[in-house]
């Protein structure tokens, strides 16, 4: 027999915590509990502060339950929209959160991937703030996340591809996002992440290193492709097998590299 | 713990009660009798259940019963006014959309759904707009077909 607890505040949210699981858009915990998996406590909260999007000059927050659809609502979010665009069928973008996508097991997360890239910090509940790549190694133990927040990436600086069997509505083989800023031509900063390409959404840091400090011309790129799969450590699974993951992976970051060249 | 849920369907105000955990699929089918959105996958694959909530396309499978108290949830059974159906509906009987209709009803709220939002979808809007919903006879062509034609007629009205 499930039991919802439903608080007012996310503070109040989080106290409950203990022994329960936390329910946000539903789309990751509402399987477990029609398969009737899912611990026997499940809270929520109406708190709005989660669902609240914060602009201020560079600095982006989004609440852990702003969903996918607010997100593609927003203008001045264009450069997340082909991340949110490719998650899940108009249904799901509408109740999946931020958030969640964090907490979403292989082969979802593809927004993690993106936060990831963009260097993301998550705002934990009482706990202060966790990069979201150091979230990801230890996703069962979490606490719960507030918002996430990151700086506002400059024009042509970030990129993301999924690559899916089924299209427009398809899991990921894989997810890359691209964090490339140029400086004196030379990219300085990168950051690179991977979905579906390991345990959960991860850098890609043998592209980081081959790309660190070089030019943007075919040549990095051809490098940066040869050493994408360092680190990694892809699963097989009905979509792809490790080798498949594995060997194209230089060639979708390249094509995705090569895009963001090309202003698309 | 049953727990009391008002909101109102298709715009009429309803109350029933909710069990704990339960989704909203099973709660309108079962709790208020509504049995237009279907049980596919139970997994938010399919889209055989889906509703709006408020007005946006959701799936009833995956959506906490009482999360919709206070809300506006519709679904195919209010498509039609009295005789008169949804021009959707007419359009889906016209192209031949439905062979076996279990995934027709959800097919027609996010059909609703997305004209209601863009009365004027390309093909490719249109793909996109049912893409959260399975059909596994027609191969889609005769129910982007049908959504096409009714964003025409409209076009032209």
């Known amino acids: 027999m499930t039991t919802v607890e439903t608080y007012s505040t996310l503070a109040e949210a989080a106290r409950a ?26 809270v929520r909260t109406g708190d709005p502060a989660l669902s609240e999007v914060r602009v201020q000059g560079d600095t982006i927050s989004l609440g852990a339950g702003v969903t996918m659809a607010q997100v593609l609502a927003r203008a001045d979010l264009a450069f997340l929209h082909p991340v949110a665009r490719v998650i899940g069928g108009p249904q799901v973008r509408q109740m999946g959160t931020v958030g969640g996508n964090l907490f979403a097991p292989h082969p979802y997360g593809d927004f993690a991937v993106a936060l990831i890239a963009l260097g993301a910090k998550a705002q934990l509940v009482g706990q202060g703030a966790r990069a979201v790549e150091e979230l990801m190694r230890d996703r069962t133990r979490a606490p719960l996340v507030a918002s996430v927040e990151f700086a506002r990436p400059r024009e042509r600086t970030f990129g993301f591809a999924k690559v899916s069997r ?96 090309r202003g698309q | 713990m049953k727990k009391p849920v008002t909101f109102t369907l298709n715009g009429s105000e309803r109350a029933a009660f909710a069990d704990g955990g339960q989704n909203l699929l099973e709660f309108l089918r079962r709790g208020v009798g509504d049995l237009s959105p279907k049980y596919g996958c139970g997994q938010g694959t399919c889209g055989a259940c889906t509703v709006t909530l408020d007005g946006a396309p959701v799936l009833a499978c995956l959506t906490l019963a009482e999360a919709v108290q206070g809300r506006a949830v519709g679904t195919a059974a209010g498509l039609a006014k009295g005789a008169t159906l949804d021009p959707l509906q007419e359009a889906f009987m016209d192209h031949f959309a439905a062979q076996c209709g279990y995934c027709t009803t959800g097919m027609l709220v996010s059909a609703r759904a997305l004209l209601d939002r863009n009365p004027a979808p390309t093909r490719d809007e249109v793909i996109e707009g049912i893409a959260g919903n399975l059909c596994r006879c027609t191969g889609y062509e005769p129910i982007i077909a049908a959504i096409m034609s009714v964003a025409e007629q409209r076009a032209r009205a």
């Open chain 1, 166 to 261: 089924v299209k427009p509505k398809g899991v990921s083989v894989m997810s890359i996002a691209i964090l490339a800023p140029l400086e004196g031509g030379r990219f300085r900063g990168v950051r690179v992440a991977f979905g579906a390409m390991g345990p959960h959404p991860m850098r890609g840091s043998g592209a980081e290193r081959a790309l660190e400090g070089q030019g943007a011309d075919a040549a990095t790129y051809a490098n940066a492709a040869k050493h994408a799969g360092e680190g990694l450590d892809p699963p097989t699974d009905a979509l792809a097998t490790a080798w498949y993951r594995r060997e194209v992976a230089g060639v979708h970051l390249r094509r995705l590299l090569e895009k963001m060249e």
């Open chain 1, 17 to 42: 915590l203990s022994g329960a699981a936390y329910l946000g858009g539903g789309t990751v915990l509402m399987r477990d509990v029609n398969a009737g998996t899912a611990p026997a406590r499940i």
